[in-house]
């Protein structure tokens, strides 16, 4: 394919893996983040380095952002050095972040106005998928934006599917995160019933894990779990925020999620106890 010019906004836990798989395959990349020391690692694969997004953006083709918080993607876009000071027409804006999805329409809003295309193209699979190149992705926006970057996001990531017009990639995203919270008390609970019952847990994770029980959170956080390797391959205090989010958004639809109500009530107390920077796996200390 043709070797675009890109920018990356954001180079932390899996943002660093992508950029690496776009070194890999020879593209152009400029990178910003907060802190210049994160990037080091990139720029001497490559990777250029600039001062703001705005400045990464300037003879760039194409941005990708995979920033924090609702908060950082709106200062990364229409802040003062934000990427729409250097956007021009025919560029293509792709936001990786999990926002919020009026925020994913306001950007590709704003974007058409300007002749940017932009897509809200969250992702999932956690560090493990950023480094094998493996990521779930979900992409709202126009089908034609979104035919054009596929080249490009199937350097890391494996399952993308088009979901619809602005702010369906992080509906879908809601719909992902949803399903995580729940499950990860199903896996914690599983743990601690099966150390209180004296059973070897490796060997009851060969029987469960490929089962009607199995799942990625089951087969790739519950050994950690087990090794108490709490290490972020997602942020507690980044998933506390996913879901804040979806209950947002649940209460606008008029629905209610009790599950998700719990998830978030337990993982908010983890965040407070100071646990935030931990992998979500770090659940499993609530039942210590």
């Not at 910003?32 to 300037?58: C, I, N």
């Not at 802040?79 to 590709?108: V, W």
């Not at 914690?188 to 019952?197: I, V």
Request: aromatic share 8%; hydrophobic share 40%.
């Amino acid at each position: 394919m043709t070797k675009k010019r890109i920018a990356f906004i954001g180079t932390g836990v899996m943002g660093a893996s992508i950029v690496k798989h776009l070194l890999k395959n020879g593209h152009d990349v400029t990178v910003y983040t907060r802190t210049r020391e994160k990037a080091e690692p990139l720029v001497s694969l490559g990777a250029s380095w600039a001062s703001s997004p705005a400045e990464a953006f300037r003879n760039q083709e194409i941005a990708f952002t995979m920033v924090g918080y609702p908060s950082d993607v709106e200062e990364v876009y229409f802040g003062r050095n934000g990427l729409f000071q250097t956007a021009h027409q025919g560029n293509i804006i792709i936001d990786m972040t999990t926002s919020e999805p009026s925020l994913a329409k306001k950007i590709y809003e704003h974007s058409k106005s300007i002749g940017v295309e932009a897509l809200d193209a969250p992702v999932s699979g956690g560090d493990i998928g950023a480094q094998n190149g493996t990521l779930s992705i979900m992409v709202g926006g126009d089908r034609d934006a979104f035919d054009k970057v596929l080249p490009i996001m199937k350097h890391f990531g494996e399952n993308i599917v088009y979901q619809g017009e602005a702010g369906a990639g992080q509906h879908t995203k809601m719909c992902n995160q949803i399903v995580i919270a729940s499950g990860m008390i199903g896996v914690c609970e599983s743990l601690a019933y099966g150390l209180k019952a004296g059973l070897d847990l490796p060997t009851v994770l060969q029987s469960i894990s490929s089962g009607a029980a199995g799942s990625w959170s089951l087969s790739n956080l519950a050994p950690r779990m087990m090794k108490e390797d709490f290490a972020p391959g997602f942020y507690i205090k980044h998933f506390v925020k996913d879901m804040k989010i979806a209950l947002d958004e649940s209460k606008k639809m008029g629905i209610t999620l009790p599950g998700l109500a719990l998830a978030y009530e337990m993982y908010e107390k983890l965040v407070e106890e100071g646990y935030g920077d931990n992998g979500t796996q770090a659940l499993l200390k609530f039942y210590k």
